[in-house]
């Protein structure tokens, strides 16, 4: 059973730093792209950052050299560190895993963030 279970969100002033974390079991990091997409209220779910299990990773431009995403593949986590942050990084971001390949893809819970003085 593929489980991604996010945590680290939170209220934080522009300007400040915030890390998520994504636990992930069920899943081999060989073969799945972990992602973090974000959704923020009235507008469309958009993709943050991935990373493919080559380690090839992809940013949104809005968040191109403030994020940075990563994994520890001895303990299944992806990272999401986030700095420079701006009010419109308010979202609920979520934590995925696709294997595109076959056509398999999961969610997390999502975990909110609050940029906000």
């Known amino acids: 059973q593929v489980q991604l279970v996010e945590s680290g ?3 934080v002033q522009p300007g400040g730093s915030l890390r998520l974390s994504c636990a992930a079991s069920g899943i081999s990091f060989s073969v799945y792209a972990m992602g973090w997409y974000r959704q923020a209220p009235g507008s469309q779910r958009e ?3 991935r990373v493919t299990g080559g380690g090839i990773t992809n940013y949104a431009d809005s968040v ?3 994020f940075t995403i990563s994994r520890d593949i001895a303990k299944n986590m992806v990272y999401l560190q986030m700095s420079s ?3 419109e ?3 609920v971001y979520y934590c995925t895993a696709d294997w595109r390949t076959v056509g398999r893809n999961y969610w997390g819970q999502g975990t909110q963030v609050t940029v906000s003085s």
Request: charged share 25%; glycine share 20%.
């Open 85 to 87: 942050l701006k009010p």
């Open 9 to 11: 969100g939170g209220l």
């Open 89 to 91: 990084d308010t979202a």
């Open 47 to 49: 993709l943050v950052a």
């Open 64 to 66: 191109k050299g403030r």
